[in-house]
T-cell receptor, first 109, second 113 residues
Framework: AQRVTQPEKLLSVFKGAPVELKCNYS??????LFWYVQYSRQRLQLLLR??SRESIKGFTADLNKGETSFHLKKPFAQEEDSAMYYC???????????FGRGTSLIVHP | NAGVMQNPRHLVRRRGQEARLRCSPM?????VYWYRQLPEEGLKFMVY????????ESGMPKERFSAEFPKEGPSILRIQQVVRGDSAAYFC???????????FGEGSRLTVL
């Protein structure tokens, strides 16, 4: 079974502070991991996926198979980063991404 | 490309009525997913369809809920005899294939009185 856990419902930081949104997963095989983001009044959209190994809007995420984690990080948060962030997992051979419950990030000026 | 279009955006129904939610995928997308978001919860998978076929409906309640994606026209999520517990936001997403990047609609918010 696939499971995604985002332990923090809300993360509140000040502008310029580092940010880490936690994501842990449960899956026995080789997963594909994603981060989706929903800004205020916008639709949910893909932020990044682990296989791309790229930095988007200053965010990076590394898949740690030993700790079964895929935390999203940014060294210096900006106010425009305030949004709802969802971690998602797709197991090999499965068509269905499983989403975590989401973490609301608020970046204060 | 207008993106994934869902309608209605807001729907109010009384208990026992039927709710029909429509989803037009992005142009060129033949894969459609429906998710439900209950208050204080994340996105819960309901059903995955390709044109004219239900591929996986493991997240759908066994009764009252059905989904279709006809050859022509939008995908429809149908909820019969709605109850208060059906009140939620229903999101549709589409993709070109099963590689995992989903493009989401803005959601349809169902309120059952």
């Amino acid at each position: 079974a696939q499971r995604v856990t985002q332990p923090e419902k809300l993360l509140s930081v000040f502008k310029g502070a580092p940010v880490e949104l936690k994501c842990n997963y449960s899956y026995s095989g080789s997963p594909e991991l994603f981060w989706y983001v929903q800004y205020s009044r916008q639709r949910l959209q893909l932020l990044l996926r682990h296989i791309s190994r790229e930095s988007i809007k200053g965010f990076t995420a590394d898949l740690n198979k030993g700790e079964t984690s895929f935390h999203l990080k940014k060294p210096f948060a900006q106010e425009e980063d305030s949004a709802m962030y969802y971690c998602a997992l797709k197991g090999g051979g499965s068509y269905i991404p499983t989403f975590g419950r989401g973490t609301s990030l608020i970046v204060h000026p | 490309n207008a993106g994934v279009m869902q309608n209605p955006r807001h729907l109010v129904r009384r208990r026992g009525q039927e709710a029909r939610l429509r989803c037009s995928p992005m142009k060129g997308h033949s894969h459609v997913y429906w998710y439900r978001q209950l208050p204080e919860e994340g996105l819960k998978f309901m059903v995955y369809l390709q044109k004219e076929n239900i591929i996986d409906e493991s997240g759908m309640p066994k009764e009252r809920f059905s989904a279709e994606f006809p050859k022509e026209g939008p995908s429809i999520l149908r909820i019969q005899q709605v109850v208060r517990g059906d009140s939620a936001a229903y999101f549709c997403a589409s993709s070109t294939d099963s590689t995992g990047e989903l493009f989401f609609g803005e959601g349809s918010r169902l309120t059952v009185l």
